[in-house]
């Protein structure tokens, strides 16, 4: 029997602690169930970002971003992106990549998604409110990072954040500073997924980029009967 390339193992992310979750106060807003209000995948607007309104949204196959400055609006895509756990594409120099750094799980959350939020990064987002309520969400136990370093340092190149419940994993955001550092993530997160028993990676969008990777497109409906089994 031949051995799986190493980034086809297992992965034991190190230096790590997942507590569990502790869940908030019920959210004091109903979250949408039906289509897009327009062709932007927007299906509401306004609400707030307390981690029991959060988890209302993931739980309904809703997340939220920045609308016009100062609202919130919240995304259902039809299509939805999503990776199928046993489809990433790990091409040959990424497995050379997944060696070649350090990798941690939930010790530099902030800093993840400060990295993910740089101004300076185009279609750029996450706002500081973001960054306190999944902070908030972080600090209860519902939001995790994967963090890559050079090795031997404490110089975060790379990483990635979302938010976990039962089988389900929302991938927010990544972000690299160093060649295949994000994609380094992205390997890592899969493997732990694996190795939890998770369903569903849902990645939102469907892009050039992440579609090299594996992810796919699938109907709104088809992705929120996937997203019910992995909450249950």
């Not at 992965?11 to 109903?30: C, D, G, K, N, Q």
């Not at 897009?36 to 707030?48: E, L, M, R």
């Not at 259902?76 to 091409?91: A, K, N, Q, W, Y």
């Amino acid at each position: 029997m031949s051995e799986r390339p190493a980034a086809d193992r297992p992965v034991a992310l190190p230096t790590h602690r997942l507590i569990t979750p502790v869940e908030p106060a019920p959210s004091r807003w109903t979250m949408p169930t039906d289509g897009p209000i327009d062709d932007s995948d927007i299906v509401a607007i306004g609400a707030d970002l307390e981690p029991g309104t959060l988890l209302a949204g993931y739980r309904a196959g809703v997340f939220p971003m920045p609308f016009e400055r100062r609202r919130l609006a919240w995304f259902s895509p039809d299509p939805r992106g999503i990776l199928p756990l046993d489809g990433l594409h790990v091409s040959r120099s990424l497995r050379r990549s997944v060696r070649r750094f350090d990798v941690r799980m939930d010790t530099s959350f902030r800093a993840v998604m400060e990295a993910c939020g740089d101004p300076k990064r185009s279609g750029a987002w996450i706002n500081r409110d973001f960054v306190d309520a999944y902070g908030a969400l972080h600090e209860l136990g519902w939001a995790h990072s994967i963090e890559i370093f050079e090795p031997g340092t404490r110089h975060l190149v790379g990483g990635l954040y979302g938010v976990h419940i039962g089988g389900l994993f929302a991938g927010e955001s990544m972000f690299h500073t160093a060649t295949d550092a994000s994609k380094v993530a992205l390997v890592h997160l899969v493997e732990w997924l694996r190795a939890t028993g998770a369903t569903l990676l849902d990645v939102q969008w469907k892009t050039d980029h992440l579609a090299s990777l594996g992810v796919i497109e699938i109907p709104r409906s088809e992705y929120l009967s996937r997203l019910r089994e992995a909450v249950a």
